[in-house]
């Protein structure tokens, strides 16, 4: 790459262009990236339009809008025409609803078509994600008439590794490799040849099904069909890959109490950030609330028995309860994630997690007995309430975080929202009742 900012430092376009052609083109759209938004423009203007397209397709999101903005509406919609449609339709998607009818109005007819076909279905379905540009192949053709099929239409397709068998509905009726073409006699006929046992995406399947079916079968593109199993588009590996990220970027915020987001950070407004971060703030500071008036219900009786020195001890028993509750439901709400694990697995969780919170609580209870007694220096009474309520409070704490998120995947819920903040609310408040009960009962208070 450093030959090339050679050639555009000194002005030598003409070579830029011919030698831009060797790169790979995520590198090109990295490398174009790099550049002011005068520069980029202009170097994107110069690609060929081979090229460009596919350069385009890699870029950042803002980035292609600023590059559409740059340009005529027959130079976007040529630009649109050349993109795979399911590319197209997510910058379609990010762009207002006028600048979209301007772009589409110069793209080709089956340009719109494909974009509109692929809008009509529900966000994050299997449907909105497909590409329409796939090779199909009919049952009686022969070796020798796919191959010089594929020759004539596969140049626009998405991918050409795996072609698809179609009767005259075009319903899927098997699947064939190219390299198990390029292996068979040029006179065998594809429908003796090809592989029936189909694995197969439906349109309305979400996004995050369709990525458990790549993982489970390790595929590189997938068929999707309508409702009469005719074959309407297909699903490449690509595209899995960002949903992935997309569902973990989801599970990330969702456990950390914010509103996902399909913005970038640093292209989310304050004010944007602001609303998805302040409901949940609100919510859990009033359920935080039930805390303090625990607290202020033994705040007298604990003065007057004089152990106050117990006060000190609350933020240890709260801060441990939380991050044992928070271990468990992050492993469970991973394993859910995963499919490792149902809600008919609820007895069998608890039951690891009792036995993990066993090992747990009797390590953390004598580690703390000792620097009660040695380093504090409390009284032996103290140091066994302290250490009597951290056992059980690292037993509710492992239940409630374990089970929670089964619960919430049971009811219909996202279980990664029963992670860290909820469940360090519910622990803080229900170790505080622990600790204060079991004090009134071995101190008298």
Known sequence: MEHLRELIENKKYADFRKEIVDYNVQDVADFIEE???????KLFRMLPKS??????????PEVQQEMLSSMSEIEAGHLIDNLFADDATDLLEEMPA??????LAQASPQTRKNINHLLNYPEDSAGSLMTVEFVDLKENLTVAQAIDRIRKIGIDKETINVCYVLDANRVLIGTVALRYLLLCEPEDVIGNIMHENVITIHTLDDQEEVAKTFQKYDFTAMPVVDSEDRLVGIITVDDVVDIMEQEATEDIEMMAAITPTDKPYMRTSVWETYKKRIPWLLLLMISATFTGRIIQNYEEAIAGAGYLVLTAFIPMLMDTGGNCGSQASVSVIRSLSLDEIEFKDLFKVIFKEIRVALLCGLTLAAANFLKLLLLDQVSFSVASVV??????????????????????KKVGFDPAVMASPFITTIVDA????IYFSIATELLGL
């Open 51 to 60: 090229l460009a397209a596919d350069v385009f397709s890699y870029v950042d």
């Open 430 to 433: 229900l170790s505080l009742m």
């Open 35 to 41: 550049y002011e938004k005068e520069v980029r423009n």
């Open 387 to 408: 250490c009597i309520t951290l056992l059980v409070t690292v037993f509710v704490a492992k239940i409630v975080g374990s089970s929670l998120p089964l619960l919430a």
């Open 98 to 103: 006028g600048v979209v009818k301007r772009l």
